[in-house]
């Protein structure tokens, strides 16, 4: 029902920015919750940001607050990552998803999004 593909990604030295996007395909993009998440070797999916279906609600991890800016354009069907002040320990590859909902709610769980639509990931490498 709906396709996403992230791009933006790429190598970048400590302190700099990156602005990651996820393209969304199909008629109903409004209605989905959207949400980053990233991976890095070793570790599990951890989630970043998520954004209501009107954009209205966010929420970021801790780790990102401050550095980070979820935003999207329900007309043009992106979603995006602002990321500023990057940090080696930013390296990973950072996954959208999208969740179907009700409501004009966030979901900052992984599980929410199982039985939802994932990007490919698009790897990001902050360099010391």
């Known amino acids: 029902q709906v396709q996403l593909v992230e791009s933006g990604g790429g190598l970048v030295q400590a302190g700099g920015s990156l602005r990651l996007s996820c393209a969304a395909s199909?008629?109903?993009?409004?209605?989905?919750?959207m949400g980053w998440f990233r991976q890095a070797p070793g570790k599990e999916r951890e989630f970043v940001a998520a954004i209501s279906r009107s954009g209205i609600r966010t929420d970021y991890t801790d780790s990102v607050k401050g550095r980070f800016t979820i935003s999207r354009d329900n007309v043009k069907k992106l979603m995006n990552l602002q990321m500023n002040s990057l940090k080696p320990e930013d390296t990973a590859v950072y996954y959208c998803?999208?969740?179907?909902?009700?409501?004009?709610?966030?979901?900052?769980?992984?599980?929410?999004?199982?039985?939802?639509?994932w990007g490919q990931g698009t790897q990001v490498t902050v360099s010391s």
């Open positions: 199909g008629r109903t993009f409004s209605s989905y919750a």
């Open positions: 998803a999208a969740k179907s909902s009700p409501y004009d709610s966030y979901y900052r769980d992984v599980s929410s999004y199982e039985s939802s639509y």
